[in-house]
């Protein structure tokens, strides 16, 4: 059964502790990317990756870091540097050839910091 | 990412009315993408449009995109409250794997 997991599906953290979240697909996509969703906000790029062992900056990396040494995973973790860490984190995958980039999001992880 | 408007951020509706959600950009778009969210879930995707004045259908969906690659429309026609939810547009830049630059989406409210 293909998809993309994410784990755990509600996290709760103190303030100035690091978290990071699980993101596996079995899809065989080779780009993958994390998204944070605010409260009736659209979503907002933090990180992104073509390849393994390569990643780019999204429009809020700040206070985030990501590695990717395999295909099927792309843990992403939110550091003490974050501000405002309180969200809902989406995880997506798509191949990259091609014209179009269908993304496939997994179920999301909602992240609050107390 | 350059920004996407999207308009309105609610529409109430009564169950089989029409219901219409709009994209705009203050520059071209590269190709424009429509995500459904349903209610504590997460986006689905459900078209990509390319072309300059290109129409899709999905059965009781219709989408659009602008002569000018400026804006798009996703149409429903007749309601269910299989409809309720969040949708979004969002553009895909092309050329590799750039994430989505996402609009803030129209919720949809069905009263029965």
């Known amino acids: 059964d293909g998809g993309i997991t994410q784990s755990p599906k509600y996290l709760f953290r103190k303030e100035g502790q690091n978290v990071t979240l699980s993101c596996e697909q079995n899809l065989n996509h080779d780009a993958m990317y994390w998204y944070r969703q605010d409260p009736g906000q659209g979503l907002r790029l933090i990180y992104y990756?073509?390849?393994?062992?390569?990643?780019q900056k999204g429009d809020i990396a700040e206070g985030y870091s990501v590695s990717r040494e395999k295909k099927e995973s792309f843990p992403l973790t939110v550091t003490s540097a974050q501000k405002n860490p309180t969200a809902f984190y989406l995880c997506?995958?798509?191949?990259?050839?091609?014209?179009?980039?269908?993304?496939?999001f997994g179920p999301g992880t909602r992240l609050t910091v107390l | 990412g350059q920004q996407v408007m999207q308009i309105p951020q609610y529409q109430h509706v009564q169950e089989g009315e029409d219901f219409t959600t709009y994209c705009n950009s203050s520059t071209t778009l590269s190709n424009i993408q429509w995500y459904k969210q349903r209610p504590g879930g997460h986006p689905v995707f459900l078209i990509q449009?390319?072309?300059?004045?290109e129409v899709k259908k999905q059965k009781r969906l219709t989408f659009q995109f602008g002569e000018a690659k400026k804006n798009s429309s996703l149409h429903i026609t007749a309601t269910q409250t299989t409809d309720v939810g969040t949708y979004f547009c969002?553009?895909?830049?092309?050329?590799?794997?750039?994430?989505?630059?996402f609009g803030k989406g129209t919720h949809l409210i069905i009263q029965p």
């Open positions: 449009l390319v072309k300059s004045g």
């Open positions: 997506a995958s798509s191949i990259t050839s091609g014209e179009y980039n269908e993304q496939f």
């Open positions: 990756s073509q390849i393994v062992n390569d990643f």
């Open positions: 969002a553009e895909y830049s092309g050329g590799g794997a750039d994430g989505l630059t």
